[in-house]
C-alpha cells in the first residue's frame, strides 16, 4: 500500500512539472545574455575555414578558436544574399545582419525606400548597453559602416565617418584616418604612422572638418598606433585609426616589419577591457574585414594570415565569454569570396592524378608579404628581372620568363576575373599571379569576386540556443536580439 502511494505521488507530481501540454518537462531558457559579441569574417566561406583549419594544424599544430566555439556552441547554416539579387556585397549583407531587413546591393541600413533602418547596436545603446565597432579595413567600410550609419551609397565615406562621430560609438577601432582630417592635409600631421600604414597619405575629405578635434572635444582618446593603443588611459571613449586607408594585411605587419600596427586580437581585448566597465552590457561588432580584399585578389597566404588574425580574436571573445557566463558570442561571414579550394588536378608531367598533400600548405607559409605590398615594391611598369626576383625573395618560388610574362600580361585569367576598370592596373597582375601559384600549390580560384553559398554561423555562451537551422542572414539580427533580451 505504501508503495502504491509513492507511485501515485510521482505520477502527480510528473504530471504538474510536465503542465497541461502532456510533454515532458523541459528547462527554462537561460536569462538573457548581458553582453553580446559578434565576430564577421568577411568573405570568409566555409571552404575558408577549411583551409585554416588544416593551416594552422600543419604549421602552428594547434586547432582553430573557430572550432572550439562549434564544437562546444551551436551552429547554423546562413542563406547569404541580397534584395533582388541571389548573390550579396557586403553592404547588404551586413545591413540584413545589423537590422534584420534586406536591402539592395550598395545601400548602408538603409530601405530601397531610402528610410534608415534601425540597427542591433543603436537598440542596444537606447538600452544603455556600451557599444564597439573593431574592424581590420577602414571603419567607414561597409560593414562596420551598417551598424551605425545610414547612407544609400557605400562610397559616401566621408559622411559615414561623420555619423559614426555623432552616433556616440564607445569605441572605434580600425582604419581610414584619411576620411576624419581636413582636405589636402597629410596623415602624417595627425598620427604616427608606418609606411606600411600608408604614412605618406592624405585627406579623403572635399572639404576641411576636422573630425579628430570634434572626437577629442566629445572626450575622445585617440591612439594612431599599437602603442598608443596599449598606454593605459583613464577615458571612456576610445577612437583607433591605424593606417590611412584599411590596415595592413598581417602578413605585412609581423613584428619584424616594425610596422607598429595592432592586431585584431588586441583591438578586440582593448574593446572589451573597456566595454565590460559597463554593468548593463554591452555589445561589439569584430570584422576580419582583409579576409575578404585578399580573396579578392587571389592571395592565398594573405588570406591564412588574415583568417588565423581574425581566428586569434574569435580566441579572445571565447576568453571572455569563458569567464562571463552572460556573454553570447556569434562568429560568422558576410558572404563568401573567391572560392579557394585544395583540389587534386591531373598531371602530364606526372602522367597521374595529383592530390596536394602538408608539402602544398608548406609552401604557401614561405611567403612573407601580400600580393598588395609587393605591387608597392615592384612599381607601375615592373620588368620580368624584377618580378621574378621579388618574388623568389618573398614567396620562394622561381618563376619561369613564361609565367612573368604571363603575370605582366595584365589581362584577366578568366571571365569570372574580371574587376572594376579602377583596380585593373594592379588587380590584374596579382591575380594572374594567383593563378600561378595557386597551379604550383594546387589551390584554385574559381573566381575573384563573391558567390553564393551558405555561410556558417556559430553560437556560443549565454543564449547560444537560439543559434541553430538553415536560416536567412536577416535571422542573425533577430537571434542576436534574443540572446541578448533587446
Request: include cysteine; proline fraction near 5%.
Amino acid at each position: 500500500m505504501k508503495s502504491t502511494r509513492i507511485l501515485v505521488y510521482v505520477f502527480f507530481a510528473t504530471f504538474i512539472a510536465c503542465g497541461r501540454s502532456g510533454g515532458l518537462a523541459t528547462t527554462r531558457p537561460s536569462p538573457p545574455a548581458k553582453n553580446i559579441i559578434l565576430l564577421i569574417g568577411d568573405g570568409m566561406g566555409p571552404e575558408v575555414i577549411g583551409l585554416a583549419k588544416d593551416y594552422a594544424q600543419i604549421m602552428e599544430k594547434r586547432e582553430l578558436w573557430i572550432e572550439r566555439i562549434v564544437s562546444e556552441g551551436r551552429l547554423a547554416l546562413v542563406h547569404a544574399s541580397a534584395l533582388g539579387t541571389l548573390v550579396t556585397d557586403s553592404a547588404a549583407a551586413a545591413t540584413a545582419m545589423a537590422t534584420g531587413e534586406r536591402t539592395a546591393n550598395g545601400m548602408i541600413s538603409m530601405s530601397p525606400q531610402g528610410k534608415p533602418l534601425t540597427t542591433i547596436l543603436e537598440i542596444a545603446q537606447k538600452g544603455s548597453r556600451s557599444v564597439g565597432i573593431v574592424t581590420t579595413t577602414r571603419l567607414t567600410h561597409a560593414t562596420p559602416a551598417c551598424f551605425v550609419a545610414h547612407v544609400e551609397e557605400r562610397d559616401s565615406e566621408a559622411e559615414i565617418a561623420e555619423q559614426l562621430l555623432d552616433g556616440g560609438i564607445d569605441i572605434l577601432l580600425g582604419g581610414g584616418l584619411a576620411h576624419w582630417v581636413p582636405q589636402d592635409r597629410p596623415v602624417s600631421d595627425f598620427g604616427k604612422l608606418a609606411p606600411v600604414a600608408g604614412a605618406g597619405g592624405k585627406s579623403e575629405r572635399k572639404d576641411t572638418l576636422n573630425l579628430l578635434e570634434k572626437a577629442a572635444a566629445a572626450g575622445y582618446r585617440l591612439a594612431t598606433n599599437r602603442d598608443e593603443l596599449l598606454t593605459p588611459a583613464k577615458e571612456t571613449k576610445l577612437l583607433g585609426l591605424f593606417a590611412v586607408s584599411h590596415l595592413p594585411y598581417a602578413l605585412d605587419r609581423q613584428p619584424d616589419d616594425a610596422a607598429n600596427v595592432p592586431s585584431l586580437a588586441e583591438m578586440t581585448k582593448a574593446a572589451l577591457e573597456m566595454l565590460s566597465k559597463n554593468e548593463k552590457g554591452f555589445f561589439l561588432m569584430v570584422e576580419g574585414g582583409r579576409i575578404d580584399h585578399a580573396a579578392h585578389n587571389n592571395d592565398i597566404a594573405s588570406l591564412m594570415a588574415d583568417t588565423l588574425d581574425f581566428d586569434d580574436a574569435v580566441g579572445v571573445a571565447y576568453a571572455f565569454a569563458k569567464k562571463q557566463e552572460d556573454t553570447a558570442v556569434f562568429v560568422t561571414a558576410d558572404h563568401a569570396t573567391g572560392a579557394p579550394c585544395l583540389t587534386a588536378r591531373y598531371s602530364e608531367e606526372f602522367g597521374d592524378t595529383v592530390y596536394p598533400d602538408s608539402e602544398a600548405l608548406k609552401a604557401v607559409s614561405r611567403q612573407d608579404a601580400s600580393f598588395e605590398y609587393l605591387g608597392y615594391l615592384i612599381g607601375k611598369k615592373p620588368s620580368s628581372v624584377e618580378l621574378k626576383k621579388l618574388v623568389r625573395e618573398h614567396v620562394g618560388i622561381e618563376l619561369t620568363d613564361a609565367e612573368a610574362a604571363f603575370v605582366l600580361k595584365g589581362e584577366p585569367v578568366s571571365p569570372f576575373h574580371v574587376i572594376k576598370p579602377k583596380y585593373r592596373e594592379m588587380g590584374y597582375p596579382m591575380l594572374a599571379l594567383g593563378r600561378v601559384l595557386g597551379t604550383r600549390y594546387g589551390i584554385a580560384w574559381p573566381t575573384a569576386e563573391h558567390y553564393a553559398i551558405p555561410v556558417l554561423l556559430a553560437g556560443y555562451g549565454g543564449r547560444a540556443d537560439v543559434v541553430h537551422g538553415y536560416i536567412e542572414n536577416t535571422d542573425v539580427f533577430r537571434m542576436m536580439r534574443t540572446a541578448g533580451g533587446l
